[in-house]
């Protein structure tokens, strides 16, 4: 039995939900809580009317908004000789990197905070033209070779941390991660040791999702509001229970479909792979999907979970 400490009766009641969800995984089709804020009526003076933007639950209004290129790295270093092509696909040179945030700059791109994402989202703000996200999964420590070039354009971006690793050599540091988050950069969640979600049993939620976000609050101080799936995956109970936790978002990877319930916990992402060059890289932050289209939203949603 999993004891909680006071003020942890929401994470009490996301691993119940989470463990009993795991004996219906072959019926995880119901309904998910999509965590939006609350659209009750503010009981303080509100703006003039032209500054209110409309919440939105409806997902297909939010998958239809969905369409910013979200980035993905994991190791900003030089490739080793004899490196396996798969090691080199998830490691992206210096220089390339370089190049890479140079082309964003030189035409017009403009990197954003998950933040302003989510903002977007649910309430249709308005983003810059031609908006991207660069994310960086895991917590290595060559990733902080990036920063000097990403401040170099006043670009902001999203560190998703294992917990398992601060600390540890070749990996990132607690001070690192707290200078992080002072430059303006965004610190999510990313499990404690990069176990599969979507295969994970109910009674290593806490110390896999649960713990690790708590330790990073320690850190920097305020709340973990984005989150990211290990390999991407996902299912029916790992919404649920994620729901039940109020991260406002969350980020798979690759060119699987977002929830048709809850597309905001299973936003797209892509891994920026550095074997296709700049070439790959000028096709990857294209917009997502074809939304001009009839029937595009639509296909950007599954009602199956991965």
């Known amino acids: 039995m999993i004891c909680f400490p006071a003020g942890m009766i929401g994470v009490r009641r996301a691993v119940a939900v989470f463990a009993v ?3 219906m995984l072959a019926a995880c089709t119901g309904s998910h809580d999509s965590r939006l804020p609350s659209t009750s009526p503010s009981t303080t003076v509100p703006p003039p009317s032209s500054t209110i933007a409309s919440v939105t639950q409806d997902p297909l209004l939010i998958a239809a908004r969905a369409t910013v290129p979200v980035l993905c790295y994991h190791q900003i270093r030089e490739w080793r000789v004899g490196e396996s092509e798969f090691s080199r696909g998830l490691t992206t040179p210096p220089v390339l990197f370089a190049e890479q945030m140079a082309f964003l700059a030189e035409n017009g791109f403009h990197p954003i905070s998950p933040a302003k994402y989510y903002d977007h989202l649910v309430s249709g703000t308005e983003l810059p033209t031609k908006p991207v996200m660069l994310t960086f999964d895991d ?4 990733q902080m070779t990036a920063v000097p070039i990403l401040q170099k354009y006043g670009f902001t971006a999203t560190f998703f941390l294992m917990t ?3 600390g540890k050599p070749n990996w990132i ?3 690192q991660i707290r200078q992080l988050d002072a430059l303006g950069y965004t610190i999510g969640a990313h499990t404690y040791d990069h176990q599969n979600l ?5 009674a290593q939620f806490v110390k896999q999702v649960v713990a690790p976000r ?3 609050e320690t850190i920097i101080g305020h709340p973990i509001r984005f989150f990211a799936y290990p390999f991407g995956a996902w299912n029916a109970r790992t919404l649920t229970a994620l729901g039940g936790l109020n991260f406002d978002a969350a980020f798979q990877l690759g060119d699987h479909k977002m ?3 809850n597309p905001l916990m299973t936003l797209r992402r892509q891994i920026a792979n550095p074997l296709t060059g700049m070439p790959g890289f000028r096709r990857q932050v294209s917009p997502v999907g074809d939304l001009g289209t009839s029937g595009a939203t639509n296909s950007l949603l599954s009602t199956t979970v991965g």
């Open 173 to 175: 540091k607690t001070d």
């Open 198 to 202: 979507a295969k994970l049993p109910a």
């Open 164 to 166: 398992v690793v601060i």
């Open 21 to 23: 969800s795991a004996l």
């Open 259 to 261: 929830d048709a319930t």
């Open 139 to 142: 917590g290595h420590i060559s």
């Open 214 to 216: 708590q330790r990073l």
